[in-house]
């Protein structure tokens, strides 16, 4: 498989951990030191931080998460899509989103996360 191919398939893991809130799956793509920034609202460090925030409290369920475009440029992978959830005190929201994947040694090292609510 090509390295190219790889970084597809463990961000495409990484999303259907997500799907699921399978954290071992979500956990498994990661370096320990893995960084989640998520603009504008928080930065994570290391796997626990992380976990903490794959099931946030503010939002119950799932998210539905459509990746619609995939760009990969050397360590880097890039997606956009378009993604749904449940908020506990407001109830149904859409976003859209970009994803940015920089990875290291074959796992996830940093998410930049850009999410943008849809009416």
């Not at 259907?16 to 979500?26: A, C, E, L």
Request: hydrophobic share 35%; aromatic share 10%.
């Amino acid at each position: 498989m090509r390295h190219d191919d790889t970084q597809r398939a463990l961000v495409a893991e990484y999303f259907d951990g997500f799907r699921t809130s399978d954290h071992r799956r979500i956990l498994a793509t990661l370096t320990e030191d893995v960084e989640w920034v998520i603009h504008g609202h928080r930065t994570t460090r290391g796997k626990a931080e992380f976990d903490d925030e794959i099931e946030n409290p503010a939002f119950s369920g799932s998210p539905e998460l459509e990746v619609q475009r995939v760009y990969v440029d050397g360590p880097v992978v890039v997606t956009t899509g378009e993604g749904g959830g449940v908020s506990v005190e407001q109830g149904p929201f859409r976003f859209a989103f970009s994803d940015l994947f920089t990875f290291r040694d074959g796992l996830i090292a940093r998410v930049d996360s850009y999410l943008v609510p849809l009416t």
